[in-house]
């Protein structure tokens, strides 16, 4: 439950990121400075800084800071900001993370990674997902799945890929699919069973969600 644990302590911290974004240019200011710091102190060789990284889930929290504090700043404006609007922020991150790439090394590799999932969320033209598609109930059961069975099908689904396809980034991409379509296979057939020998029990891993 690491990722529950990383959430809970971005979340408490989020009413400091709340006043920064009172000014939209200001805030955007803050979100570019602290993705930088984040990066370069998780890199960094001091003792003390390594201590703090390597303690509990800090590493994981500072891993994940830069998805959270973009998203929750696109969150926040996500009223105002639209299409090229939004667009122009991300380019100004991703030539100042350019630049500062020189110094430290990974920095804008890692700002895409983290980046491109907000893109696809706020800046990219997609419809409104309706609030009832069924894929919703087994939402807890991917979570809970996808992590025991990660590395095992990871190797496997590369193996299988790799003979066929000999460009990385085609294995990469593909394999990312068909390891999301098995985990979803998986949660349904999960669900389905629970539901018709156990209906109490899907309903307290579901959170509810078992109602139709």
């Given at each position: 439950?690491?990722?529950?644990y990383?959430?809970?302590?971005?979340?408490?911290i989020?009413?400091?990121?709340?006043?920064?974004f009172?000014?939209?240019?200001?805030?955007?200011?803050?979100?570019?400075?602290?993705?930088?710091?984040?990066?370069?102190?998780?890199?960094?060789?001091?003792?003390?800084?390594?201590?703090?990284?390597?303690?509990?889930?800090?590493?994981?929290?500072?891993?994940?800071?830069?998805?959270?504090?973009?998203?929750?700043?696109?969150?926040?404006?996500?009223?105002?900001?639209?299409?090229?609007?939004?667009?122009?922020?991300?380019v100004?991150?991703?030539?100042?993370?350019?630049?500062i790439d020189?110094?430290?090394?990974?920095?804008?590799?890692?700002?895409?990674?983290r980046?491109?999932p907000?893109?696809?969320?706020?800046?990219?033209?997609?419809?409104?997902?309706p609030?009832?598609?069924?894929?919703?109930?087994?939402?807890?059961?991917?979570?809970?799945?996808?992590?025991?069975?990660?590395?095992?099908?990871?190797?496997?689904?590369?193996?299988?890929?790799?003979?066929?396809?000999?460009?990385a980034?085609?294995?990469?991409?593909?394999?990312?699919?068909?390891?999301l379509?098995?985990?979803?296979?998986?949660?349904?057939?999960?669900?389905?069973?629970?539901?018709?020998?156990s209906?109490?029990?899907l309903?307290?891993?579901?959170g509810?969600?078992?109602?139709?």
């Amino acid at each position: 439950m690491w990722y529950v644990y990383v959430v809970f302590w971005l979340a408490v911290i989020s009413p400091v990121f709340l006043a920064l974004f009172s000014n939209r240019n200001i805030g955007w200011t803050m979100v570019i400075g602290l993705c930088i710091a984040v990066y370069i102190v998780g890199i960094s060789d001091n003792l003390f800084l390594s201590k703090i990284v390597a303690y509990g889930y800090v590493g994981n929290i500072l891993g994940y800071f830069q998805s959270y504090l973009i998203g929750s700043y696109y969150g926040y404006y996500s009223e105002q900001i639209e299409g090229a609007e939004g667009l122009k922020y991300i380019v100004v991150l991703f030539m100042v993370t350019l630049i500062i790439d020189v110094a430290y090394s990974g920095l804008f590799l890692r700002t895409i990674i983290r980046v491109l999932p907000i893109m696809m969320l706020y800046l990219l033209p997609i419809k409104m997902i309706p609030g009832n598609l069924k894929i919703f109930k087994f939402s807890f059961l991917i979570y809970a799945i996808h992590q025991p069975l990660m590395y095992d099908l990871k190797g496997k689904v590369y193996s299988l890929l790799q003979p066929v396809f000999h460009y990385a980034c085609i294995v990469n991409v593909l394999s990312k699919v068909m390891i999301l379509g098995i985990y979803l296979c998986i949660a349904c057939i999960i669900y389905y069973v629970l539901n018709r020998i156990s209906p109490s029990v899907l309903k307290i891993l579901t959170g509810g969600r078992t109602k139709n």
